[in-house]
C-alpha cells in the first residue's frame, strides 16, 4: 500500500505527543493531528470558501482520484462528484 493507507498496516500511528507550548496546560497532550494543512495543497479562494471538514474532504477526494490512476485523465471535472455526509462538522 502507498502513502498513508499503508501506515496502519505497518504498525504506524499518527497518534502523537504534543509537545508545543500552546498544549503544556492541556490535562491531556496526545492527538493525531493532520498530516497535511489545508493552506498547502488548496488555494486561497478554497480555503475561504470551505470550512475545515470540507477542507479535509476535498484533499481526500483529490487524492482518491490520483491514487486511482485519473490524475491526467481527459474526464470532464464537472462531470465528477463525491458524496459526503457529515454528523456533527462540516
Same mark, same amino acid.
Given at each position: 500500500? #502507498? @502513502?498513508?493507507?499503508? #501506515?496502519?498496516?505497518?504498525? %504506524?500511528?499518527?497518534? #502523537? *505527543?504534543?509537545?508545543?507550548?500552546?498544549?503544556?496546560?492541556?490535562?491531556? #497532550?496526545?492527538? =493525531?493531528?493532520?498530516?497535511?494543512?489545508?493552506?498547502?495543497?488548496?488555494?486561497?479562494?478554497?480555503?475561504?470558501?470551505?470550512?475545515? %471538514? *470540507?477542507?479535509?474532504?476535498?484533499?481526500?477526494?483529490?487524492?482518491?482520484?490520483?491514487?486511482? @490512476?485519473?490524475?491526467? *485523465? *481527459?474526464?470532464?471535472?464537472?462531470?465528477? @462528484?463525491? =458524496?459526503?455526509?457529515? @454528523?456533527?462538522?462540516?
Amino acid at each position: 500500500m #502507498r @502513502g498513508h493507507l499503508g #501506515r496502519p498496516a505497518r504498525g %504506524c500511528s499518527g497518534v #502523537r *505527543s504534543l509537545t508545543e507550548p500552546w498544549a503544556a496546560d492541556l490535562p491531556v #497532550r496526545i492527538a =493525531a493531528p493532520a498530516a497535511v494543512e489545508p493552506a498547502k495543497v488548496l488555494d486561497r479562494i478554497e480555503l475561504r470558501r470551505l470550512d475545515r %471538514c *470540507s477542507q479535509f474532504a476535498l484533499m481526500a477526494a483529490r487524492e482518491a482520484w490520483a491514487d486511482a @490512476g485519473h490524475g491526467g *485523465s *481527459s474526464v470532464d471535472p464537472d462531470r465528477v @462528484g463525491v =458524496a459526503l455526509a457529515s @454528523g456533527m462538522a462540516g
